[in-house]
């Protein structure tokens, strides 16, 4: 249990945003996110599959790397996303204040979850003093689940955080579903989450006058990242959209699909 708190934390609490958490690499949850990345390739036939993953966010990647102030010319996009990922954490370390000379990225990543779980707990109004980080964090999810239960309308008492965190992530899903108008009777989590990211994407391209006849929803995002970057942050528009729910929607996803 505490292994799985602390893979999500990282990913989670580390991460502000998707983007960031397909960099650390950690985890897959980023191929529910954009599952056509995915789909595109399986339609392809690859039968790479080590290098799909990277490859898929290829894009993203050199967007981060450019905002990182990192060179890209003459780089392969494996050796690209391992700098990416090291300046992230590297940046990530220096916002809080913590001391990276000598220290393995690993090593790193840990005392930033630390400090980061240390932050959350203050923030919710969580003792501190004397617990392990482990246990801080089990505490700090607990917390997180029932106020966004309560906002939700969501009965909290007797409940499991597993069972909670259910039905915090169902009824945010479905409300999301609804306002994009995507079907949810008898779908997997990730599928529905494909399609309202999908009509996201054609969303942001309408506000930022980008013509989609023709094209395919990663074509589109690859668009946005190359040529409407600015702009899209500017407006907060898919993918640089504000999305605290993120953080329920993937947690525990690997065990529902």
């Known amino acids: 249990m505490k292994a799985k708190f602390f893979i999500v934390l990282t990913a989670a609490l580390i991460a502000s945003s998707w983007q960031i958490s397909t960099v650390l690499g950690e985890t897959n949850t980023d191929d529910a996110w954009f599952d056509f990345f995915k789909k595109d390739k399986e339609e392809e036939k690859s039968k790479e599959h080590g290098k799909k993953d990277v490859h898929k966010h290829e894009t993203w990647i050199k967007f981060k790397a450019s905002e ?14 391992k700098e990416v990922k090291e300046a992230s954490v590297l940046q990530k370390a220096k916002e ?54 309560d906002e939700l309308g969501i009965e909290t008492e007797g409940k499991e955080v597993g069972d909670l965190l259910d039905e915090v992530r169902k009824a945010i899903l479905e409300k999301e579903a609804e306002s994009y108008g995507v079907e949810t009777e008898g779908r997997k989590h990730h599928e529905i989450v494909m399609d309202i990211h999908e009509a996201k994407i054609y969303d942001s391209a309408e506000k930022l006058g980008i013509e989609t006849e023709g094209k395919k929803p990663k074509d589109i995002l690859n668009e946005i990242f190359e040529s409407h970057a600015a702009e899209a942050k500017e407006l907060g528009v898919f993918p640089f959209e504000d999305n605290d729910d993120k953080f329920y929607m993937e947690h525990h996803m690997k065990n529902h699909d």
């Open 68 to 81: 990182l102030g990192i060179e890209t010319e003459g780089k392969d996009l494996g050796t690209l996303a």
């Open 96 to 149: 809080l204040g913590i001391e990276a000379e000598g220290k393995e990225l690993k090593e790193l990543a840990i005392e930033i979850h630390q400090a980061e779980v240390m932050k959350e707990a203050k923030e919710l109004g969580i003792e501190v003093e004397g617990k392990d980080t482990d246990d801080l964090a089990e505490e700090v999810l607990d917390a997180k689940f029932k106020a966004k239960a």
